[in-house]
């Protein structure tokens, strides 16, 4: 039988942003989204929690090198998101409306290949605004 265990990583970055859809009035965006519509924007502390699932390596007795896991995530979230705007600094973001389900949806998105690569598949994501608002996006076993 082959055990699969899951590993988890956290990773914080500073970032700003606008909730805007450009195909909407300025009235309907502030309806929809209010004090987050603001032109100005406004900015949060996120923590991204992602978890990874593997098969257990019987020489190293990890699924993966954490470190390893780590890099991946600065490299393509931290590195790319911190201290910027989401709005129009982060490519992988654009065309979105940079709401929390979005932002997650599309580091998953990033993440998928590096993490293909080092023999792990993206089961969970999660990411928090603040410590009350967060989302979490799971992925089913396919």
Do not use: Q
């Given at each position: 039988m082959m055990n699969t265990f899951s590993v988890t990583r956290t990773v914080r970055f500073s970032a700003a942003h606008r909730l805007h859809n450009p195909d909407w009035s300025d009235e309907?965006?502030?309806a929809v989204y209010g004090r987050c519509?603001?032109?100005?924007?406004h900015g949060h502390n996120y923590a991204l929690r992602v978890t990874v699932t593997g098969p257990l390596d019987p020489e190293s007795g990890m699924v993966l090198n954490v470190t390893d896991l780590r890099d991946v995530l600065r490299a393509?979230?931290?590195?790319?998101?911190?201290?910027?705007?989401l709005?129009?600094?982060?490519?992988?973001?654009?065309?979105?409306v940079t709401t929390m389900e979005n932002i997650a949806m599309r580091i998953a998105e990033q993440l998928a290949e590096p993490l293909k690569r080092m023999g792990v598949r993206l089961s969970r994501l999660e990411l928090a605004e603040s410590d009350r608002n967060s989302v979490t996006l799971e992925f089913k076993d396919s």
């Open positions: 309907r965006n502030r519509a603001n032109p100005g924007g393509e979230v931290v590195e790319r998101m911190d201290h910027r705007n709005n129009t600094d982060v490519p992988y973001l654009a065309g979105a």
